[in-house]
């Protein structure tokens, strides 16, 4: 009888086990549809080494690159990057490399910006814009017009520099909201509350050397594209 009831009792705990472990496993499916329902439908990604033209192509083949027919951002696959915040004598508000060391943020020839589709289709990246407009401000606070004629304008004049800054200002207080790095930062002085220099503080980054590589990658591949129809068109 006791072994009877040992048995009886062991079927008991081991059903129960089961419905306990059936009853895990549906609500983590549960949390998982939950999740990707919030997200909405995922964009194909880019991964960070496939930067050649065919393999763009054959990813991104679902969208016509006419009017809003276009992913709302570049869809590649960037790996994380540790920062750690320090001051630094480069990338300066003024000196010998201070033009120089801003420039070479950018890719290449490229400006920052990208060309997709079948047409090639002009695009900007808001990294390089931001970027863009940080050296714009960095300018202003110098007094000094800008050196690039597409930054300057056709009629150069001092209204149009301050609308730019405006808009430079305005520009970057989106962004950043938009991105809203939410990196703690702990005090200077613990115990303190004054926490405003932030630096010896890593921050998780998406590599962005990923991206200088395929901005530059996409350029030398427009180049290309843009030399064959001029081929073309010489040739009719």
Not at 52 to 77: A, I, N, R, V
Not at 82 to 88: H, K, Q, T, V, Y
Not at 103 to 124: M, T
Not at 159 to 168: F, I, N, Q, T
């Amino acid at each position: 009888m006791t072994w009877l009831v040992f048995f009886s009792s062991s079927r008991a705990m081991l059903l129960w086990g089961s419905i306990l472990l059936l009853f895990s496993g549906v609500m983590q499916l549960f949390t998982v549809w939950s999740i990707l329902r919030l997200q909405g439908p995922a964009v194909p990604a880019l991964s960070g080494a496939g930067l050649k033209g065919p393999e763009l192509s054959q990813t991104l083949h679902e969208y016509s690159w006419l009017g809003d027919d276009y992913p709302l951002t570049l869809p590649l696959d960037l790996p994380t990057a540790a920062l750690p915040l320090e001051n630094s004598r480069h990338y300066s508000l003024d000196g010998p490399d201070a033009d120089a060391e801003f420039q070479s943020i950018y890719p290449g020839r490229s400006r920052g910006f990208v060309r997709l589709g079948p047409n090639k289709r002009f695009f900007g990246l808001s990294v390089y814009h931001q970027i863009h407009c940080l050296d714009s401000l960095r300018l202003a606070i110098l007094g000094i017009r800008p050196h690039d004629e597409h930054r300057l304008g056709e009629s150069g004049t001092a209204h149009w520099e301050m609308d730019h800054v405006h808009h430079c200002l305005n520009y970057l207080r989106q962004t950043i909201l938009c991105a809203s790095d939410l990196t703690l930062e702990p005090e200077v002085v613990e115990g303190s509350n004054d926490a405003e220099e932030g630096l010896g503080v890593t921050h998780v980054c998406r590599d962005w050397s990923t991206v200088h590589r395929y901005v530059e990658k996409n350029f030398e591949d427009w180049e290309i594209w843009r030399s064959n129809i001029t081929s073309t068109s010489s040739t009719l």
